[in-house]
């Protein structure tokens, strides 16, 4: 980077890069941040700084933690007998606002996509493995998302695992709460009636 880059320029630059944030947010950003007081400037470098130096994974699930178990794992009154399988920590996040599963969680850290070179060893999929080696699961829910890849590691994974005798489910995919049927495409649809129940 340029030494004599303009330090607003710099600081929208490296702002841009973060997900969701265009080049007029980070521009609106920078310039924000240039207009507060020099202490909370640090305070928000601080933050960002330590927080990065001290966030590692669980080493039981994958999850990102402070400690060698994250708050999920730590939890003597979760359920160890059901595993909810997740593409990242950002799934275990809004998974947890449901506030109804009360089971334990393995974080893959990606899916498998062929076109990107990504294969199983490059996700976790034998960490879960070794975790299932125990006899203690009774069923594993695969909530990868519904595309493609996550599709496809899914049912990776259940080929894996159902000759372990374990039950292996599928998060139901379908239209959305509060949503028209009409704007609704084909394949959401599908996978509505497929994941229907019975009232």
Known sequence: MNAQMDPIERMASELAKLPGIGRKSAQRLAYHLASLPMDQVRALSDALFQGREAIRLCARCGNYS?????????DMKRAEDVICVV?????????????????L?????????????????DIR??????RLGDGK?????????????????????????????????????????????????????????EGRREM
């Open 66 to 74: 402070a400690l060698e178990l994250c708050q999920v794992c730590s």
């Open 137 to 193: 699961v009774r069923e594993l829910i695969l909530a990868t998302n519904p595309d493609i890849e996550g599709e496809a590691t899914a049912s990776y994974i259940a080929r894996l695992v159902k000759p372990m005798g374990i039950r292996v489910t599928r998060i139901a995919h379908g239209v959305p709460v509060g949503s028209d049927l009409e704007y609704a495409d084909e394949v959401t649809l599908s996978k509505a009636m």
């Open 105 to 121: 969680y393995h974080v893959l850290h990606g899916v498998l996509s062929p076109m990107d070179g990504i294969g199983p060893r």
């Open 87 to 103: 593409r990242d920590p950002r799934d275990v996040a809004a998974v947890e606002r449901m506030h109804d599963f009360r089971g």
């Open 125 to 130: 999929i034998q960490e879960l493995l070794d």
